[in-house]
């Protein structure tokens, strides 16, 4: 169905208007691929920022993701896509990320898709300077859970040439890459110009920052766990000064969190066969999946 022009600009002038802080609307594990949800899953539009934090179907599925995407950047100033695990299944890694590329550069979404695989974005509003750092994030693997890991993680089937190794070297990837980006922005606010307004930092992420909280309770002793989230933000070693807020998903999990002074918030679907009538993982109503879930920074 077609935007109408008019309606766009409409909704634009509304989330412009003397905004002075970016305002985002989040949404996780969507998992379209669960009978070919591309076309019929419909997003309502109440913030000019779109974050979409992985599984939201597979690129193996090329043209429905596009079609799905096309819809969004039709109706939101700019879509940030971070790929999820499914993303990657029936390819490999390698072949997965070319696929990426290329619905980054794809004419049906007009430059408005913002492809966060180790990726940086600055976003300027009024006095308010925001910047973006996005990425996967695969979590660290414990040696101690490597078989219940190798039993159960569909990814080593799922995934062409596959393995925890290959699970964890991306990690090691991804945090590297995340660690640098926040250390070069906490060092540029440290030495800003008398007036200069500081960047506050927004991660986005797939797998989880952090464990407790991030899971259901009721698998907080599973032996994989270590396969959904890794402790970041617990780590004293680790400096994340000037992290405001870190997005993640993966977890079918929805909350919103302070952990040492980052708000770690997710908004996940999960699976949902179309007529059923959703997960009731016993949730309390405010941690339910909502699509118009939105924040500020």
Request: charged share 25%; glycine share 6%; with cysteine.
């Amino acid at each position: 169905m077609m935007v109408q022009p008019f309606v766009v600009n409409t909704i634009r002038s509304l989330f412009t208007k003397q905004q002075s802080a970016p305002t985002f609307q989040i949404l996780s594990d969507l998992h379209l691929e669960v009978c070919s949800q591309y076309y019929t899953f419909l997003i309502a539009p109440v913030a000019p920022y779109l974050i979409l934090a992985g599984d939201i179907g597979r690129l193996i599925d090329y043209e429905d993701y596009l079609a799905f995407l096309a819809k969004q950047t039709a109706q939101f100033e700019r879509v940030f896509l971070v790929l999820g695990n499914h993303e990657f299944y029936h390819f490999s890694r390698t072949s997965a990320l070319e696929q990426a590329r290329r619905l980054e550069n794809e004419a049906a979404l007009n430059d408005k898709l913002v492809l966060c695989h180790q990726k940086r974005w600055d976003i300027e509003l009024g006095d308010s300077q925001t910047t973006i750092l996005g990425c996967t994030l695969w979590s660290k693997i414990d040696d101690g859970a490597r078989e219940a890991v190798q039993a159960r993680l569909k990814d080593l089937e799922k995934i062409d040439n596959w393995s925890i190794d290959d699970h964890n070297a991306a990690h090691i990837s991804d945090l590297t890459w995340l660690f640098n980006e926040v250390t070069n922005i906490q060092n540029q606010n440290k030495s800003r110009a008398e007036g200069e307004p500081e960047k506050k930092i927004l991660v986005i992420t797939h797998h989880a920052p952090t464990i407790v909280g991030t899971s259901s309770p009721k698998n907080s002793n599973n032996p994989w766990g270590s396969v959904f989230a890794t402790e970041l933000l617990g780590n004293s070693s680790t400096n994340w000064v000037d992290v405001k807020v870190w997005v993640f998903g993966h977890t079918h999990f929805t909350t919103d969190m302070e952990k040492n002074g980052v708000r770690v918030l997710s908004n996940q679907r999960g699976y949902v066969i179309p007529g059923s009538q959703g997960k009731k993982d016993e949730e309390i109503e405010e941690m339910a999946f909502d699509p118009k879930r939105v924040f500020s920074i």
